[in-house]
Structure formats: structure tokens, C-alpha cells
């Protein structure tokens, strides 16, 4: 078997990348506590009769940041994208091509997902639409995180690419 080193310039990107997904999966966390707290909080504030409005709205925004923040760390732990479910009926030979495939297509459907979000978000940061909520918040701070996310899961999935042929160039043949 020949093994493959990977470069300086493999490594800072790898680094990079699963330092921004440890990052984000960090903030995920932050704000489900938020948002649990958030939960607990309007409950108790409704059971005694002061019901606070703002309580649903900044909910529902912070998870959305957990969606699109969840996307990437998702994918580098496999459990965004699983080709286990369908090697059973991938003919042996084309088997070694699987993790290629998986990260190609993350790579098609991430940069689609992000070109379609990136078009709604930057009308927003044109006209300054406000969401519809009790807080005045630009619909622009909301939709943001939605780009943003997509690309680190691009990039992750571009790591994937990376390392799926890396590992291909270091193992021989097995038809």
C-alpha cells in the first residue's frame, strides 16, 4: 500500500474547517440552551399571567441559527449523508467510488442550497425588510446565518472530496 502524506496547505485547510464546524457546533449548543431556556422561561412567565411575546420570536430565530449552523458538523461526523444505505446495491467494483459520489453530491446540492439562499438574502439586505415578529428585527440578521452555513458546509464537503481521494490514491486496487 503507498501512503499518501498529505501537504501543509491539506493540513491548514483540514484544520480550518473542522475548527469552524467545532465553532459552530459550540454556538448550536449555546443556543439550544437559549432556546430551552427561552422555553421554560415564557411558560412560568404565561402560567402567571404576564405573557411575554417576545419570547416565540427570538425561539424560532435561534433555531434557525442551530439549522444552518448544525449543517456542516452534521456532514464531518457522517451523520448528514450515510452511503451505507445504499452500498448493498452498488456493483463491488464500484464501491471505492462511493465516498466520492457522497461528497460530490453534498458539494452539488450545498452550492444549489446557497445560491438560492444567498439570492434571498442579499433582497433583504437591500430593501431592509423587517421579519414578521413582535421585536423589530432586519430580516437580513435572520437570514444571514443561512449563506454563512452553507458555505462551511461546502467547504466540508469539499474536505470530504478531498480525503475520499486521498484515501483512494493510498489503497491499491481491490476488484
Not at 3 to 8: A, L, N, V, W, Y
Not at 14 to 36: D, H, M, P, Q, R
Not at 77 to 86: A, N, R
Not at 107 to 134: E, H, K, M, P
Request: contains cysteine; proline residues 4%; glycine residues 6%.
Amino acid at each position: 500500500m503507498v501512503e499518501t502524506q498529505p501537504s501543509g496547505a491539506f493540513r491548514l485547510f483540514k484544520s480550518v474547517v473542522e475548527g469552524v464546524n467545532a465553532l459552530f457546533t459550540a454556538l448550536a449548543c449555546i443556543l439550544v440552551a437559549a432556546i430551552g431556556i427561552i422555553v421554560v422561561a415564557a411558560t412560568l412567565a404565561r402560567t402567571f399571567g404576564t405573557p411575554q411575546m417576545w419570547a416565540h420570536d427570538y425561539a424560532q430565530i435561534a433555531f434557525v441559527y442551530v439549522v444552518f449552523l448544525s449543517f456542516a458538523p452534521a456532514l464531518q461526523s457522517g451523520q448528514h449523508v450515510t452511503v451505507e444505505l445504499f452500498e448493498e446495491l452498488v456493483p463491488q467494483s464500484a464501491r471505492r467510488y462511493l465516498d466520492h459520489v457522497a461528497a460530490l453530491a453534498c458539494i452539488v446540492f450545498g452550492a444549489i442550497f446557497c445560491w438560492y439562499l444567498w439570492q434571498l438574502t442579499a433582497r433583504s439586505f437591500a430593501d431592509g425588510r423587517l421579519a414578521n415578529a413582535v421585536v423589530p428585527v432586519q430580516l437580513k440578521w435572520i437570514q444571514i446565518i443561512g449563506p454563512i452555513g452553507l458555505i462551511q458546509f461546502l467547504l466540508t464537503a469539499l474536505l470530504q472530496l478531498f480525503e475520499a481521494q486521498r484515501q483512494f490514491r493510498g489503497h491499491p486496487q481491490q476488484d
